[in-house]
């Protein structure tokens, strides 16, 4: 039996306790979800490393799944270009069944290799792409056509699941079980394989984010304001790490389309928008290299 399809004994009376124990009991499972993923940093940071380097050459990264793990692979993506300024099509999320899949179960999706060759055939991967497959049990058609057919380009692959004897590592260059074990209600593994899944997902994109320089520091140095509350945080990092005041920050943001990184080196160089550009560019866009650089 796969290990995410057995009874919890810390549960079995779930059913008759009260509304806090029912809490304490699912607390208590998500307390295991964090030690399990310590226990799996080196393949994740290998992964984040392939991603990466592949977005350096312009490569793009792919999650597939279905059920809650293709909707976590879905939400994962939809937060990277408002997070980092990416292209829309630089991490993408599919779901097995389609965008209607994110709200309604589609029956038999997960068993379909025909549904999978036609999604990856609409993606037009490359050697350069990163494809991740996302499943709990790791062992559902979907999931594993799609690394078998990214494995034929040549493209990188990376499982992430919850079941060590999941079949579709057999065809990924890296994988990553995060055994979270029995679910606090038997089967649900949208509970603690999909808390596990979604951490690791952050853990992802957002390393891969860090190592390509879409960050400062800890600060979002390319974060696209969309609204209010993004271009104030805008301003206040421009302002903090050219080491001027809020307003200056943002008068410079609000003239040169709230590009950030260039702000920046307006403001500390006095020079142009297009001189800051050019400086990035030479640089790949990392903001602390052009730093180093201009202090040698």
Known sequence: MIITEKSNPNTINIDC???????????????????????????IAKAIDIISENFLVGGRLFYFGAGTSGRLGVLDASECPPTFSSEPDMVQGIIAGGDRALRFAIEGAEDSIDLAREDFAKIQATKNDTIVSISA?????????????AKEIGAKTIALTCNPNAKMSEFADVVICIETGAEAITGSTRMKAGTAQKMVLNMLTTGAMVKIGKVYKNLMIDVKPTNIKLKDRAARIVAEVAQVEKEVALNTLEENGYNLKEAVLQIKYGITFEKAQELLKEHNGILRKV?????Q
């Open 137 to 149: 049990s790791g062992n559902a058609n979907y999931v594993i056509e799609i690394l078998k057919l």
């Open 17 to 43: 306790a009260s509304s806090l124990e029912i809490a304490q009991m699912i607390n208590n499972e998500d307390l295991k979800v964090a030690q399990k993923i310590n226990e799996n940093l080196e393949p």
């Open 291 to 295: 730093f180093e650089t201009s202090q």
